[in-house]
């Protein structure tokens, strides 16, 4: 995909890019279905059949029905609007429980609903990286409302096992909300919704655009959810304003093409993920922070000597695109390296690579060579 070949791009955590066929389908989508789609008009009634057939494509890549699909403009506003319409849906309690190392479009609007006398208990990752699934249920009581969950962590790449919390939460309280942010975890691992009320996804993680997202809501939920925006009936009155039609049928045919090819991407990602890890273990400075059960598209590790933001911007002077965090951090630190009890030096020195399936052997050994190069470089103008 890409068109310079001494441009090595390892951040697909943080974005992927647009992948042409996806790019010309959402062209076409713009000339042929320009028409509101809530318009009772002809051009207006195809528009609708085309955003339905968007709706369907992407339920069937996780599994739902599509009346139980909703799209958005990204994962952030998704995990938005599951996450405050709970809390206003249920209210026999105010307990909320949540993981450690949570998106920031999680952590923040349970920070909003602490202030507003919620109850929210967090519970940390372990040191390395691995989330306490029994520690989270020892939460759960009568008057728990609402758990959240990430199936993937979008910095280490740890994959958690949200299907057991939620068929254990449902046991313990069959009215708690279970909802799960699965952004970094569509068309890399299979997902199962069975006990998960709600649950997001985005389309720039999988080679769409940028401003396109999904929210999975199950039928038992939605009869009772009260979402937070107000406007026209719109996504069945759920996220009212006018659908991003164009980018609906991009999100899909990129979800339709990526879900044909899962099991090799993953044995790809795993060559790449272990060619990096051995090409790291010449380095003893380093320390890898990404548990080895953690899903191979993500490796994080710190070199325990050069900041972050400096080794990055030596890297980047080398077309060789990585990140330290997070993107919707802005370069603060890792919260998820700090929720680890990871020591400062080691948060400072963090670097994160992310692959997907363009990425190639000869990217890891591009990165390993400026990586090696770096090291040298920065640390002889540091003495």
């Not at 029905?65 to 938005?80: D, H, I, Q």
């Not at 996504?235 to 093409?257: D, H, I, K, M, S």
């Not at 993953?266 to 548990?291: C, H, K, W, Y």
Request: glycine share 6%; with cysteine; hydrophobic share 40%.
């Amino acid at each position: 995909m890409l068109q310079n070949p001494e441009l090595h791009y390892l951040d697909n955590a943080a974005t992927t890019m647009v992948a042409p066929e996806v790019a010309q389908v959402i062209h076409k989508a713009m000339e042929e279905h320009w028409a509101n789609p809530s318009s009772l008009y002809t051009p207006g009634a195809r528009s609708e059949e085309a955003l339905n057939a968007a709706r369907a494509a992407v339920a069937r890549t996780l599994g739902c029905k599509p009346r139980e699909l909703y799209f958005t403009s990204c994962g952030s506003e998704s995990n938005n609007l599951a996450l405050l319409g709970a809390a206003a849906t249920r209210s026999f309690g105010k307990g909320i429980v949540v993981s450690g190392f949570e998106h920031p479009s999680v952590q923040r609007p349970l920070e909003k609903l602490a202030k507003l006398g919620y109850e929210v208990t967090v519970v940390p990752p372990r040191a390395d990286g691995t989330l306490d699934v029994d520690q989270m249920l020892e939460q759960v009581g009568k008057g728990t409302i609402l758990v959240a969950c990430m199936m993937v962590n979008n910095e280490i790449g740890t994959r958690n096992d949200v299907e057991r919390l939620a068929a254990e939460v449902k046991r313990r309280n069959s009215r708690t909300i279970v909802h799960v942010d699965a952004v970094q975890a569509w068309m890399r691992v299979p997902i199962k919704l069975a006990n998960i009320d709600t649950l997001s996804v985005s389309g720039h993680k999988i080679h769409a655009p940028k401003g396109i997202g999904a929210l999975y809501l199950s039928d038992s939920l939605m009869q009772a959810f009260q979402p937070p925006y107000l406007g026209g009936e719109q996504e069945r009155g759920l996220r009212p304003g006018t659908e991003n039609l164009p980018y609906a049928v991009g999100l899909a045919a990129a979800a339709t093409r990526l879900a044909k090819t899962m099991k090799s991407r993953d044995t790809a990602m795993r060559q790449l993920n272990q060619q990096l890890r051995q090409g790291l273990q010449a380095f003893p400075e380093v320390v890898i922070n990404s548990p080895d059960s953690a899903v191979p598209e993500v490796l994080n590790f710190s070199q325990m000597c050069i900041k972050s933001e400096t080794m990055l911007a030596f890297l980047a002077e080398k077309q060789i695109y990585v990140s330290s965090a997070s993107a919707c951090g802005r370069g603060q630190p890792s919260h998820t390296l700090a929720a680890m009890g990871l020591d400062p030096l080691a948060i400072d020195t963090a670097i994160r690579v992310s692959f997907c399936a363009d990425n190639t052997p000869e990217d890891v050994d591009a990165f390993l060579n400026r990586f090696e190069e770096g090291m040298k470089t920065l640390q002889r103008i540091r003495k």
